[in-house]
């Protein structure tokens, strides 16, 4: 294990920004597409008070939520503001925030939602999620009306028919994973309790239309590094075998038929799974060679990739193959083709460690990618794409970006045309501050 007195999370783009700022109508350079009214949501780490660069890790700061209102062609509004939890009240001089409480925090940081008509603020492996207002103020804690028992997670996957999450969640006390489905009136109504034989760390799942995929690898909770302070104390486990469960979407938790890989490896984001006609599953992922092994600041064990992961239920193997060698994360698919067989995926590119880039489409049928560049310095957080319309094709739309710009220090809001996705941005929404790099995000339509 290494620390050191410099911690990158703490520097550059990571860094926090410590005003709440609130601006209208935004400099737009081009035309925003008028059929776009709502809001493009992101959330990051931004720690209140300054954090020790030897023991911070991205993944524990507070949370900052960011969003910029469109509406007829206009960008009418930005703000960022904390997501209040005690410690960020306490640091603000603001009374606390009101609410059900799991676990030992009570922040979010990882992703931002809308559920029934609601905003909520998400983090996995203890808290629950964090209710927003639409102008993005923290208005309570939530666990769903007292449907969810615990956790939750930062990535529940709305099925496109249904309109339901399902989500995977897990907490350090617990001796299995917990598969749990919350309605579209936002409320719980299944929950499975699946054992697993140590406490990994489950970031995301994947669903096809039949199945929810449980991945369970060798990142586990490590008592004697929490004893010793570690900020994030989940470790890779060498030996820890690593495997995905297939358990039906109206199954039990005897129903889980687990593949094991042939390799240990880590992921945190799948682009989309779906099933095969003879009962196969097909899975896309960010494979990370390994996870939390040496560095313990981030994420940061040698480059991510894009890898297809075909699962036999009948003969417990998972078959691997690599679809493109380049860094990259934050994987992100046109969601009406959630658990369905996809064509097209987005994501973001990175450097060394976890220096971001230019965004990338990958075409799957094709086997083929290609890169937007934003412009000298111009690197994108991770994209969102948004659908033309209810019924266009798959990847008829516009693909949205948090853009960063190193020489000014301000931050863009970029929308290409997913279909030229090489050629000059559609509109680019100037921001009066950088947006930090940080982790996820969603376009959120009015209602
Ligand atoms: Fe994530």
Request: charged share 25%.
């Amino acid at each position: 294990m290494s620390t050191t007195e410099t911690n990158r999370y703490l520097e550059g783009n990571f860094a926090p920004v410590t005003e709440e700022v609130t601006a209208f109508d935004l400099e737009v350079t081009g035309e925003i597409p008028t059929e776009l009214a709502g809001r493009l949501l992101r959330i990051g780490p931004n720690p209140v008070v300054p954090e020790d660069p030897a023991t911070y890790h991205w993944f524990t700061g507070d949370g900052m939520v960011h969003g910029v209102r469109i509406r007829d062609g206009r960008a009418e509004w930005y703000r960022n503001r904390f997501v209040r939890s005690d410690r960020v009240t306490e640091a603000l001089g603001e009374p606390p925030i009101e609410g059900p409480r799991h676990g030992m925090g009570d922040g979010a940081n990882t992703n931002v939602i809308s559920l029934a008509g609601r905003t909520y603020a998400l983090v996995e492996a203890g808290p629950v999620p964090v209710e927003l207002t639409y102008e993005l103020e923290t208005a309570c804690r939530s666990n769903f009306g007292g449907t969810l028992d615990g956790s939750f997670t930062a990535h529940p996957h709305a099925d496109p028919v249904t309109g339901e999450l399902h989500a995977v969640t897990y907490y350090w006390q617990w001796d299995h994973l917990r598969y749990v489905v919350v309605g579209a009136d936002g409320l719980v109504r299944k929950t499975v309790h699946v054992p697993v034989p140590g406490r990994p760390m489950v970031h995301d799942c994947a669903i096809t239309e039949t199945q929810v995929l449980l991945f369970d690898l060798p990142v586990t909770f490590n008592l004697d590094a929490a004893m010793n302070g570690v900020r994030l104390p989940y470790l890779w486990d060498e030996g820890y075998a690593a495997r995905v469960g297939l358990l039906p979407r109206d199954g039990e938790a005897g129903d889980v038929v687990w593949c094991e890989l042939d390799r240990p490896c880590f992921v945190y984001h799948p682009l989309n799974a779906y099933d095969l006609p003879d009962g196969r599953v097909v899975v896309d992922v960010i494979r990370h060679p390994k996870m939390f092994a040496t560095d313990l600041q981030g994420p940061n064990e040698g480059p991510p990739s894009l890898w297809r992961w075909t699962l036999d239920p009948a003969s417990g193997r998972v078959k691997e193959e690599q679809l493109d060698d380049r860094a990259q994360e934050f994987p992100r698919l046109d969601e009406r083709r959630t658990g369905r067989r996809h064509r097209f995926g987005y994501g973001t590119t990175l450097g060394a460690g976890v220096e971001h880039g230019p965004t990338i489409k990958h075409d799957l049928d094709a086997g083929t990618a290609e890169l937007h560049h934003y412009g000298p310095g111009r690197v994108s957080l991770e994209p969102v794409f948004v659908a033309r319309s209810d019924d266009a094709a798959e990847d008829d739309g516009w693909v949205m970006s948090y853009v960063y710009d190193a020489a000014t220090d301000r931050s863009d809001v970029v929308i290409l045309a997913a279909q030229d996705f090489t050629g000059e941005p559609l509109a680019t929404i100037h921001l009066p501050r950088r947006v930090p790099f940080g982790f996820h995000g969603n376009w959120v339509p009015d209602a």
